[in-house]
């Protein structure tokens, strides 16, 4: 079912919130905890929102087309800044090689360890967990992470 | 030989369970090993027949929700002949991103440049393949 959704301008973002969560999906969720085990789980897995909804949406809805996430960062007035300057609440977006949005979170920590930056990112995987993870310790190619903020 | 649904890779597994969005499943399937040696092993009519029994079944487990859906990547990796067609015909209700997927896989590798070139007019060429179409004007 889709919500009404828009972005700062006014302009619709299509949504919808999936209610499908078989149980053997739920049970791999729970399997993957073993793999990832520095990160810190939040929720149960939740179906009605993925990381897009959970990072744009306020959770309400899922945003699976990911033009339409430029068009969020156009819209609202999101800028990129370079990862040596990124605050707690600055948008992480993970990108593939080919330049799609493959994942988003939020910037929850920031610290240093021996010089080396890693940010700890509050995310929410696929129709899984809402979880706190250092910002590889994902499923994602964190290889290319770009991050944004709304300044005014 | 019907496909297994054993020893399925790990990284089809992963790639259905942690997508975010359709494109995210499209893409990191369609780059699958799995999924291109579906599309090189077995032919169009294969994987439809083998797609529909699984969608006859209960997809009850991980395995078999991946597998469809790597099927029906193979199967637009393939192009069949009149696959419009064959899309069109596909019961894929159980799939909650099958149309999602089916209508980024066809914008994605059904042609959409026409290349056009004149040549002198003794020589004729029809060349068609699966992502470029080219169209000779003789003079």
Redesign the interface.
């Known amino acids: 079912m889709e919500i009404a959704l828009e972005t700062r301008c006014r302009n619709k973002i299509p949504n919808y919130q999936s209610n499908e969560l078989a149980i053997f999906e739920s049970n791999q969720f729970d399997i993957y905890k073993r793999k990832y085990i520095l990160v810190n789980y939040r929720t149960a897995a939740i179906p009605f929102y993925n990381c897009h909804g959970m990072t744009f949406a306020s959770r309400r809805t899922g945003i699976h087309d990911i033009n339409f996430l430029r068009k969020i960062l156009e819209d609202d007035g999101y800028i990129e800044v370079s990862s040596n300057e990124i605050k707690e609440g600055d948008v992480a977006l993970y990108y593939s090689r080919s330049g799609d949005i493959e994942h988003s979170g939020i910037v929850v920590e920031t610290p240093k360890h021996g010089g080396i930056f890693i940010p700890r990112i509050y995310s929410k995987w696929g129709k899984g967990f809402e979880v706190v993870h250092s910002i590889a310790e994902c499923p994602y190619d964190a290889t290319n992470v770009k991050y944004y903020r709304i300044i005014r | 030989m019907s496909i297994s649904l054993e020893n399925i890779p790990k990284s089809v597994?992963?790639s259905y369970?942690?997508?975010?969005?359709?494109?995210?499943l499209y893409?990191h399937l369609l780059s699958d090993t799995y999924v291109q040696e579906l599309a090189s092993k077995f032919d169009a009519e294969r994987l439809i027949t083998e797609f529909n029994d699984l969608m006859d079944t209960e997809?009850?487990?991980?395995e078999k929700?991946a597998i469809s859906y790597s099927i029906l990547i193979a199967l637009l990796k393939k192009q069949p002949v009149s696959f419009k067609e064959v899309f069109k015909k596909l019961n894929t209700t159980k799939l909650?991103?099958a149309a999602?997927i089916i209508a980024i896989g066809m914008k994605q590798l059904t042609p959409t440049n026409t290349l056009i070139i004149n040549v002198p007019g003794q020589y004729r060429i029809n060349s068609e393949n699966s992502t470029t179409t080219s169209l000779i004007n003789r003079k």
């Open positions: 597994l992963e369970l942690f997508s975010n969005t359709p494109m995210y893409k997809l009850d487990s991980l929700v909650e991103w999602e």
